[in-house]
């Protein structure tokens, strides 16, 4: 069921008070102009409330009417800039029925009138998130504080989240600017111009709302140098009626050829805004009367979409046979439109009287995405373009990388930073699109990471070109890539774009992963041949010692050869010594055991000489050779009076019995196996899918063992395993050694 648009008026009309209310905040002609715009909203919006959202959004406003009618810490009336950015928003936009819900509940919402529960309920959870939006954007302190960089760089990631939230704000700036023309606070109306002037009218161009973003421009200079403004809209005014004359005499034999050839079309002709007039004479350093294209005139032709590019290039061949065209002057946005979704072709053709007078072609649809921007782009495309998200894209990089200096922020905004894009062809012809000043490189991640990652260069139009070749229009890219290219640190000075960017550093990143990998297989190598085995936590102590702040650093470095693992492992056992204590055990804690006791249970690491424990005996396992229960052995006595146990095949026991035959004692093992041990185990076999799955599986499985560490080596098919494992005694180890040598796949396996 569908509301008359005089209830619907009627809805719309919360501002007109009652005699007996309070509205001596607001004067008697602002309450008319209320009562005008609700009005001129309900006619804007037939179509796009229905009857329940209508009588829902009446009950809201009617619930928060008394505050309405209230003026913010500047004098503007609240009421009447709500109802000034809806109008605007329908009237210049479209009129969306979530935004304009969303503009006029905010203040609402703002002043806790209204809660976002009962916001949803009424108007829906896609206003709610346009109201959050708003409210991010407003936690930044006002505009007089947006030329902190701080504040810019979060208004402008809140903007970013939603592009409706751009949108609104865009709207919202223009009706401001129109309502501080006579503002007492001149300081206060020059801070909103600059924001409106490098803020909000960037945007505007960036979302291809070209006629907000005039006004923008206009109205802030107008503020912020009145004199000048007068002048050129004084000097427009006194030549006006010839400049009208001019444009009707251009424009009538064109609309008599362009009828003859059978086209439906509309010719209008335009004035360029007065700071796009004061840009040129500051540019060209002139003055106005040395500005000769002063207008534009604009053919719009009324056809079908398959027929566009036919009849706006029919067009334009009729007008260059009737003018002289500039061919460097040229714009073709119909072949290739702007990334905002414009599209126009610009001719500038010497009419009567030796002038120059710029000609745009265009369409109904093209135009109507011109006036309107990206929001009408969308209502014929039916989704968001990629072009959007590509802009949002850019500007949260420039956010990432922007200096300390707003301007210089600003300056980041401005259209010349990513309207003016390149577009170059690959050799079998497809276009890409990139951003001004794109290199080869750039060109090369565009088409495929892997191909930017081992790109050496390029040929371009027959010509050799470096990596750090920029890119121009028209240009035919051939990308030169080679198996041994790879990125480098400097590549991120030579990219442009963020995609390249983005990727490179996911490279080098990769990369180091890598070279650390191959400095823990390294480091590993040589511990292993020095019977030493690695701590984590201590070897981490000894890599922050070395200064670095992580392990992927370290090992890093040492796979390039930049550390010497030997000066490492000798700073390893230097810590080691100081931090670890001695491993002993003393005799105390076990009962002495005799020939009739050998079937007791008994602790394992009893340390037995000439047959006999001793009571306050001190000893510790040697880490060369690191014997188990079971193993033949001998002690050593060290100087601190420490007795060391190695086993009697160990690597360093023939040289200890040369040079130190005084010290050595005959010791055995006493009482029964209980304590883990480690022990290191060498697998060689073929380097099958699963062999280490089935060996680690059949570890798990075996009772009192644990695996305790496991490097795997493999080359040309051949795999090597090198395995700790903690076991009991020499027995549970030979019946493990005889299970692993069943796994398919393992050809060798031994204690090392």
Same mark, same amino acid.
């Given at each position: 069921?569908?509301?008359?648009?005089?209830d619907?008026?009627?809805? +719309?009309?919360?501002?007109?008070?009652?005699?007996d209310?309070?509205?001596?905040?607001?004067?008697?002609?602002?309450?008319?102009?209320?009562?005008?715009?609700?009005?001129?909203?309900c /006619?804007?919006?037939?179509?796009?409330?229905?009857?329940?959202?209508?009588?829902?959004?009446?009950?809201?406003?009617?619930?928060a009417?008394? %505050?309405?009618?209230?003026?913010?810490?500047?004098?503007?009336?609240?009421?009447l800039?709500?109802?000034?950015?809806?109008?605007?928003?329908?009237?210049?936009?479209?009129?969306?029925?979530?935004?304009?819900?969303?503009?006029?509940?905010?203040?609402?919402?703002?002043?806790?009138?209204?809660?976002?529960?009962?916001?949803e309920?009424?108007?829906?959870p896609?206003?709610?998130?346009?109201?959050?939006?708003?409210h991010?954007?407003?936690?930044?302190?006002?505009?007089?504080?947006?030329?902190?960089?701080?504040?810019?760089?979060?208004?402008?990631?809140?903007?970013?989240?939603?592009?409706?939230?751009?949108?609104?704000?865009?709207? %919202?700036?223009?009706?401001?600017?129109?309502?501080?023309?006579?503002?007492?606070?001149?300081?206060? $109306?020059?801070? $909103?111009?600059?924001?409106?002037?490098?803020?909000?009218?960037?945007?505007?161009?960036?979302?291809?709302?070209?006629?907000?973003?005039?006004?923008l421009?206009?109205?802030?200079?107008?503020?912020?140098?009145?004199?000048?403004?007068k002048?050129?809209?004084?000097?427009?005014?006194?030549?006006?009626?010839?400049r009208?004359?001019?444009?009707?005499?251009?424009?009538?034999?064109?609309?008599?050829?362009?009828?003859?050839?059978?086209?439906?079309?509309?010719?209008?002709?335009?004035?360029?805004?007065?700071?796009?007039?004061?840009?040129?004479?500051?540019?060209?350093?002139?003055?106005?009367?040395?500005?000769?294209?002063?207008?534009?005139?604009?053919?719009?032709?009324?056809?079908?979409?398959?027929?566009?590019?036919?009849?706006?290039?029919?067009?334009?061949?009729?007008?260059?046979?009737m003018?002289?065209?500039?061919?460097?002057?040229?714009?073709?946005?119909?072949?290739?439109?702007?990334?905002?979704?414009?599209? /126009?072709?610009?001719?500038?053709?010497?009419?009567?009287? @030796?002038?120059?007078?710029?000609?745009?072609?265009?369409?109904?649809?093209?135009?109507?995405?011109?006036?309107?921007?990206?929001?009408?782009?969308?209502?014929?495309?039916?989704?968001?373009?990629?072009?959007?998200?590509?802009?949002?894209?850019n500007?949260?990089?420039?956010?990432?990388?922007?200096? /300390?200096?707003?301007?210089?922020?600003?300056?980041?905004?401005?259209?010349?930073?990513?309207?003016?894009?390149?577009?170059?062809?690959?050799?079998?012809?497809?276009?890409?699109?990139?951003?001004?000043?794109?290199?080869?490189?750039?060109?090369?991640?565009?088409?495929?990471?892997?191909?930017?990652?081992?790109?050496?260069?390029?040929?371009?139009?027959?010509?050799?070109?470096?990596?750090? %070749?920029?890119?121009?229009?028209?240009?035919?890219?051939?990308?030169?890539?080679?198996?041994?290219?790879?990125?480098?640190?400097?590549?991120?000075?030579?990219?442009?774009?963020?995609?390249?960017?983005?990727?490179?550093? @996911?490279?080098?990143n990769?990369?180091?992963?890598?070279?650390?990998?191959?400095?823990?297989?390294?480091?590993?190598?040589?511990?292993?041949?020095?019977?030493?085995?690695?701590?984590?936590?201590?070897?981490?102590?000894?890599?922050?010692?070395?200064?670095?702040?992580?392990?992927?650093?370290?090992f890093?470095?040492?796979?390039?050869?930049?550390?010497?693992?030997?000066?490492?492992?000798?700073?390893?056992?230097?810590?080691?010594?100081?931090? @670890?204590?001695?491993?002993?055990?003393?005799?105390?804690?076990?009962?002495?055991?005799?020939?009739?006791?050998?079937?007791?249970?008994?602790?394992?690491?009893?340390?037995?000489?000439?047959?006999?424990?001793?009571?306050?005996?001190?000893?510790?396992?040697?880490?060369?050779?690191?014997?188990i229960?079971g193993?033949?052995?001998?002690?050593?006595?060290?100087?601190?009076?420490?007795?060391? $146990? %190695?086993?009697?095949? +160990?690597?360093?026991?023939?040289?200890?019995?040369?040079?130190?035959?005084?010290?050595i004692?005959?010791?055995?093992?006493?009482?029964?196996?209980?304590?883990?041990?480690?022990?290191s185990?060498k697998?060689?076999?073929?380097?099958?899918?699963?062999i280490?799955?089935?060996i680690?599986?059949?570890?798990?499985?075996?009772?009192?063992?644990?695996?305790?560490?496991?490097?795997?080596?493999?080359?040309?098919? $051949?795999?090597?395993?090198?395995?700790?494992?903690?076991?009991?005694?020499?027995?549970?180890?030979?019946?493990?050694?005889?299970?692993?040598?069943?796994?398919?796949?393992?050809?060798?396996?031994?204690?090392?």
């Amino acid at each position: 069921m569908q509301i008359s648009s005089s209830d619907k008026a009627s809805a +719309c009309e919360p501002t007109v008070a009652r005699p007996d209310e309070d509205v001596q905040s607001l004067t008697y002609g602002e309450l008319r102009e209320l009562s005008i715009l609700s009005g001129s909203l309900c /006619s804007m919006t037939t179509d796009r409330f229905t009857a329940e959202e209508v009588q829902s959004l009446k009950n809201l406003l009617r619930t928060a009417r008394p %505050h309405t009618l209230v003026r913010d810490s500047h004098g503007l009336p609240y009421s009447l800039m709500t109802l000034r950015t809806a109008c605007l928003f329908a009237e210049a936009v479209e009129p969306d029925r979530n935004i304009l819900a969303a503009i006029l509940l905010f203040p609402l919402s703002r002043a806790g009138i209204l809660d976002m529960p009962s916001i949803e309920k009424s108007a829906g959870p896609d206003v709610v998130v346009l109201i959050n939006g708003l409210h991010k954007v407003m936690r930044f302190g006002g505009r007089t504080g947006i030329a902190n960089t701080d504040n810019l760089r979060g208004l402008l990631l809140s903007l970013a989240d939603d592009i409706r939230v751009i949108i609104i704000m865009i709207v %919202h700036s223009v009706a401001l600017m129109r309502s501080i023309n006579l503002h007492p606070d001149e300081q206060w $109306v020059r801070n $909103v111009s600059f924001e409106a002037d490098c803020l909000y009218a960037q945007l505007a161009h960036r979302l291809g709302l070209y006629k907000l973003k005039s006004e923008l421009e206009d109205l802030s200079l107008k503020y912020t140098n009145r004199e000048i403004y007068k002048q050129i809209a004084n000097k427009l005014n006194e030549t006006k009626r010839a400049r009208d004359a001019y444009i009707t005499a251009f424009i009538e034999p064109v609309k008599e050829k362009l009828t003859a050839a059978g086209l439906r079309f509309s010719i209008k002709g335009r004035t360029k805004s007065i700071s796009s007039i004061w840009a040129k004479i500051r540019k060209q350093k002139v003055d106005l009367q040395h500005i000769y294209d002063l207008f534009a005139i604009r053919v719009i032709i009324d056809t079908p979409r398959e027929r566009e590019k036919r009849d706006c290039w029919l067009a334009y061949s009729i007008l260059a046979d009737m003018y002289t065209a500039n061919p460097a002057r040229m714009k073709d946005w119909i072949t290739i439109p702007k990334s905002n979704g414009y599209e /126009s072709l610009h001719a500038t053709v010497m009419g009567p009287g @030796q002038k120059w007078v710029e000609v745009q072609f265009r369409t109904k649809r093209m135009d109507l995405v011109a006036e309107k921007g990206l929001a009408a782009h969308w209502r014929y495309k039916g989704v968001k373009g990629d072009s959007t998200d590509q802009w949002m894209n850019n500007v949260r990089d420039i956010l990432e990388t922007a200096g /300390s200096a707003p301007m210089q922020m600003m300056r980041s905004l401005r259209p010349d930073a990513f309207t003016k894009e390149v577009f170059a062809f690959t050799p079998k012809g497809d276009l890409l699109r990139l951003q001004n000043g794109a290199t080869v490189l750039d060109f090369a991640f565009a088409i495929h990471t892997n191909v930017g990652c081992r790109c050496s260069g390029a040929i371009i139009d027959g010509v050799h070109r470096r990596i750090n %070749h920029k890119i121009a229009n028209g240009d035919t890219v051939e990308i030169i890539t080679s198996p041994t290219q790879k990125p480098g640190r400097d590549w991120l000075s030579i990219a442009v774009t963020s995609k390249a960017r983005n990727k490179i550093r @996911q490279s080098l990143n990769e990369e180091k992963a890598h070279k650390a990998d191959l400095g823990k297989e390294l480091l590993a190598r040589r511990c292993k041949n020095r019977k030493l085995e690695l701590d984590d936590a201590e070897m981490m102590r000894v890599i922050k010692k070395m200064g670095y702040k992580s392990a992927n650093d370290f090992f890093s470095d040492l796979a390039d050869d930049e550390i010497d693992p030997a000066r490492f492992i000798a700073l390893y056992e230097q810590t080691l010594a100081k931090t @670890q204590e001695a491993v002993h055990v003393s005799a105390e804690e076990y009962r002495l055991t005799d020939d009739n006791s050998a079937g007791k249970e008994a602790p394992a690491e009893i340390l037995a000489v000439g047959g006999k424990t001793i009571k306050g005996l001190k000893y510790k396992l040697s880490k060369c050779c690191s014997p188990i229960f079971g193993d033949k052995v001998f002690g050593f006595i060290s100087s601190d009076g420490l007795i060391k $146990v %190695h086993s009697t095949d +160990c690597p360093n026991a023939p040289n200890i019995r040369l040079r130190y035959p005084y010290r050595i004692i005959p010791v055995e093992w006493s009482g029964a196996p209980g304590k883990l041990m480690p022990v290191s185990v060498k697998v060689v076999g073929h380097d099958d899918i699963g062999i280490v799955t089935n060996i680690t599986s059949i570890i798990s499985k075996e009772p009192d063992m644990s695996l305790r560490s496991i490097s795997i080596d493999s080359h040309d098919g $051949v795999f090597q395993g090198y395995l700790t494992i903690n076991l009991t005694d020499t027995d549970r180890l030979s019946s493990l050694l005889r299970k692993l040598k069943t796994v398919k796949g393992v050809k060798e396996v031994s204690r090392m």
